[in-house]
């Protein structure tokens, strides 16, 4: 054996301060690692993922995914720690296991995070939502999962002040430059000298040496109780390995910590009586979405799609990224040739130049693309920015991974239905004719009962408001992963946990509303056996309930329900019978509901008589449609109801063809007659009109009616009856708005304008008046390129 080839084993740990999903640090660790060949690699992270780290090698493991722990007993308590392809700790995992080196995560268990109230640094909890004061960055010490609320914002920006240190007022712009634009990429084929791949780690460990000297532990108090167990791991490899077989992959801010020599005994007594909780963990698949910065992910990046890019393009980084925006612009149709690439590089690299930058980074390009590609236009770019620079990736983790039974089920239903689950949101029409339709759509509604909230129903295409087809949006986000954990507690399918939900909501529901909405829930998501315990609930509920407002408010959802279970195969006689008997007892009891109810009162049963007219105009019911316009005819007379309801129910009849115009017309005489206040009257008519204005386009009786009432009323009335004529007219569509206008200038034949004899339109008058239409005349010449005379011009009224 030479001397060269004797190796010397160092005498420290390899300590690789990393920037969480930088590529930059990805490639230096892994040069660092080839460089060093320790035999155990530790990286940060909870050691409970020890047990499921062999699953990395899957092949059906692809980034982005990200470790999920949660607690045992409230799955909603959890916590991610995401790894894309070029983040640092995916690399070393991966080296580590393609050379055969044991990998060991040291950070605080996930028990006691935790319990802690998951505050890892950077750490989302799962049932919380990003907050909108997001952190620009956690410190490269903070956890490779997410941010806390409220927490991470006070931490220390380390890449910040270094930034600022050197003279830049972007920490990004800075990375890029000292980092991601002076390392080599995969396939570089520029001949550097020989370095140390472990000098730069070095550099960032002064670095952070000197930042933590200044301010402490940046802000979190916590990481000294993380660094105490990662220094306890580190012994512990130490032992086992040796000193100088040992790599530690960590955030770059913890580097200073690791290396500083502590007692053993002070750092087991920060761990001391710590709480914890019983926590599970798995791989779940993420998203280059939840990866980004604008999402509140403390330890994000602002740009995932490009920095994937940098990391694995063999060479000429900027010619192929601005090829591949090219190729995204022609696929939405805007017209890009490679001219247009040509120049939009050669721009990049001027830019670069003219900014002292090493090379074009990302943005350069986009300010190239905005100006060669774009024409200065910012739509195209926001589509580069979804798809590009941010992207929509979605890791898959393989089926061997830890899930909870439901989520089992779920994989599986997703399978065989082949509704794939995507990052990038998207459109899915159902036609609920077709098997597989029907089956998609049963699965859609189960799981938003169980709130996984997957899909959300979307407007159709034109409006249809058909019941053969639905249309969902679509599209996974990681913490529905934490929904599925949190609804196994129901069950162990997604039809077993949603009927036994539907079935607890329905004991547990407040009033007869909520009951007929979960009952028509269940019918849409084909709970068959849910819903004879629902039916029953809601038969009692309907029996004992005596409040004509909530009886009216309930029947749309349940005659929604039947109608929506004959179209789906579903008997739904059930239902039929108890909405017939809701309707009949809204029918009875609405009379007396209406009398002496103030203007408030009055609003709100409008709006619930409108929607339970709607309700038996689809109810399949005999007589039950004459008996309601019966009613109707009742309360459209009767004195003592308000008169907004009064003018609404003798609009319903109209529109229903059951009260003529002459009938109508008599109405709203009696209604706008002197003798009625004009508060009263204005209430009548926003009740008769509101809806729609088109009856009085066609109808010129009831426009002179309104017209020559409104000319009675009195300047002292007229302020109080305007926002009632404003918020009726205000609703008509502008074409009709600007007819009605033209109509009431021209004279309705009423007080408001001058009457007419004679044939003619209705709303105009019987004859031209000549004068005002001559005055086209010259207009009418100068358009057909005559010179008329003035002995020769002939009037038009001639």
């Known amino acids: 054996m030479t001397a060269a080839e004797v190796r010397v084993e160092p005498s420290t740990p390899l300590l690789l301060g990393i920037r969480h999903h930088g590529p930059g640090s990805a490639r230096a660790v892994r040069a660092a690692l080839d460089a060093r060949r320790p035999r155990v690699v530790l990286i940060e992270g909870p050691p409970e993922a020890d047990a499921v780290v062999h699953l990395a090698a899957d092949a059906g493991m692809r980034p982005p995914v990200a470790l999920l722990a949660h607690a045992v007993d409230d799955p909603g308590r959890a916590a991610f720690w995401p790894m894309a392809a070029f983040s640092p700790e995916w690399v070393a995992l991966r080296w580590a296991q393609e050379h055969g080196v044991p990998v060991r995560f040291i950070d605080l268990p996930a028990a006691h995070s935790l319990a802690l109230g998951g505050a890892e640094p950077g750490d989302l909890p799962a049932e919380q939502p990003p907050t909108e004061a997001a952190p620009t960055e956690a410190p490269p010490g903070g956890g490779p999962g997410a941010e806390e609320a409220g927490h991470a914002a006070l931490r220390l920006d380390p890449l910040a002040v270094l930034a600022e240190t050197a003279g830049y007022d972007d920490p990004e712009r800075w990375w890029e430059d000292v980092v991601e634009h002076r390392s080599p990429g995969p396939g570089a084929t520029v001949s550097r000298p020989a370095a140390d791949p472990a000098a730069a780690f070095a550099a960032v460990g002064e670095a952070m040496a000197a930042l933590r000297a200044a301010h402490g532990t940046g802000g979190d108090e916590r990481d000294a109780v993380r660094e105490a167990h990662m220094r306890l791991r580190l012994r512990e490899a130490v032992r086992a390995f040796g000193a100088g077989a040992v790599a530690v992959v960590c955030g770059a801010w913890h580097v200073p910590a690791l290396a500083e020599r502590r007692p053993v005994t002070g750092d087991r007594a920060l761990l001391k009586g710590l709480p914890k909780v019983k926590a599970e963990i798995t791989w779940v698949p993420w998203t280059n979405r939840r990866l980004s910065r604008a999402t509140g992910y403390g330890a994000g990046i602002t740009s995932p799609g490009w920095y994937g890019h940098l990391f694995t ?10 090829t591949r925006v090219a190729g995204l612009l022609r696929d939405e149709d805007v017209p890009v040739s490679s001219a247009h690439v040509i120049e ?11 900014r002292g930058r090493p090379l074009a980074g990302l943005t350069e390009t986009v300010d190239a693309v905005r100006a060669v590609m774009c024409e200065g236009s910012e739509i195209p770019l926001e589509l580069i920015r979804e798809r590009l620079i941010v992207g929509g990736d979605l890791g898959e983790v393989p089926a061997s991974a830890p899930a909870v039974p439901l989520q089992r089920d779920l994989s599986r239903l997703q399978r065989s239905l082949r509704l794939r689950p995507e990052a990038r949101e998207r459109l899915l029409e159902l036609d609920l004719r077709e098997q597989n339709g029907a089956a998609r759509s049963r699965l859609l509604h189960r799981l938003r009962l169980l709130g996984i909230g997957w899909g959300e129903p979307a407007a159709g295409r034109g409006g249809s408001t058909g019941t053969f087809k639905e249309h969902w949006r679509l599209c996974w986000e990681p913490e529905l992963s934490v929904r599925v954990a949190e609804a196994g507690v129901w069950g162990t399918t997604v039809e077993s946990a949603a009927t036994a939900l539907a079935e607890s909501r329905a004991a547990e529901a407040p009033g007869l509303p909520e009951v007929t909405s979960l009952a028509e829930r269940c019918l849409l998501a084909g709970l068959g056996t849910a819903l004879p315990t629902v039916m029953r609930v809601l038969s009692d509920r309907a029996a004992l309930d005596a409040d004509v407002g909530r009886l009216a408010e309930a029947l749309p959802a349940l005659v929604r329900a039947a109608r929506y279970g004959d179209v789906r195969g579903t008997d739904a006689a059930a239902l039929h019978e108890v909405a017939e008997g809701l309707a009949e007892r809204v029918r009875v009891g609405l009379p007396p509901a209406c009398a002496g109810l103030d203007a408030d009162g009055a609003e709100a049963l409008r709006t619930q008589l409108d929607a339970a007219h709607r309700a038996v105009a689809l109810l399949d019911a005999p007589g039950l449609r004459e008996r309601w316009r ?46 009625t206040g004009s508060v009263e009257a204005a209430a009548w008519l926003e009740g008769f009109l509101s809806g729609g204005g088109l009856l009085l386009v066609h109808d010129e009786r009831l426009l002179s009616l309104v017209d020559g009432w409104l000319a009675r009323v009195p300047g002292r009335e007229f302020t109080d009856v305007l926002p009632l004529l404003r918020r009726t007219f205000s609703s008509y569509e502008p074409g009709v708005r600007r007819t009605l206008g ?31 239409a001559d005055a086209v005349l010259p207009t009418l010449a100068l358009l057909l390129g005559e010179h008329t005379r003035n002995d020769e011009t002939v009037g038009v009224a001639s």
């Open 742 to 772: 033209e109509l009431a200038r021209r004279g309705t034949g009423g007080r408001g304008g001058p009457a007419h004899s004679g044939a003619g339109d209705p709303g105009f008058g019987p004859g031209l008046e000549a004068g005002r």
């Open 313 to 322: 393009a063999p060479d000429r980084p900027v010619e192929r990224w601005l």
């Open 344 to 354: 939009a590089v050669r721009l990049a690299e001027t830019l670069a130049t003219v």
């Open 630 to 675: 019966s009613m109707l005819r009742t309360l459209a007379r009767r004195d003592g109801v308000a008169g907004l309801l009064r003018g609404r129910c003798a609009r319903l009849l109209v529109d229903e063809g059951a009260l003529d115009a002459a009938e109508a017309a008599r109405h709203m005489g009696l209604a706008l007659s002197p003798g």
